[in-house]
Nanobody, 122 residues
Framework: QVQLVESGGGLVQAGGSLRLSCAAS????????MGWFRQAPGKEREFVGV????????SYADYVKGRFTISRDNAKNTVYLQLSTLKPEDTAVYFC???????????????WGQGTQVTVSS
């Protein structure tokens, strides 16, 4: 079992930055692929990015590529999402998830955090 808790969300102006954290409990954290997803009001949850268990491989959705960066520290059981050059359309609840595949589909993930709100003002 893995429990995930996101933090770091908040209100930021367009063009600004935030760093989200996802702290995991459980000794098997380092064996999981970690994904980030987001969900805006009235919209479906969408893929943001994914990082391999070792942290050596990442992949991003086109709409965040070059602006967002995922990293992880397995010694601290934490995965990060650095958000830069934020746009109002990035406003959403951001979720981290743990799974066993490099999937862009939310169904590929087993454990989910409760989410953290990111609001970008214009």
């Amino acid at each position: 079992q893995v429990q995930l808790v996101e933090s770091g969300g908040g209100l930021v102006q367009a063009g600004g930055s935030l760093r989200l954290s996802c702290a995991a409990s459980g000794r098997t954290f380092s064996s999981y692929t970690m994904g980030w997803f987001r969900q805006a009001p009235g919209k479906e949850r969408e893929f943001v990015g994914v990082i391999s268990w070792s942290g050596t491989w990442t992949s991003y959705a086109d709409y965040v590529k070059g602006r967002f960066t995922i990293s992880r520290d397995n010694a601290k059981n934490t995965v990060y999402l650095q958000l830069s050059t934020l746009k109002p359309e990035d406003t959403a609840v951001y979720f981290c998830a743990a799974g066993g595949s490099y999937s862009r589909d939310s169904r590929g993930y087993v454990y989910w955090g409760q989410g953290t709100q990111v609001t970008v003002s214009s």
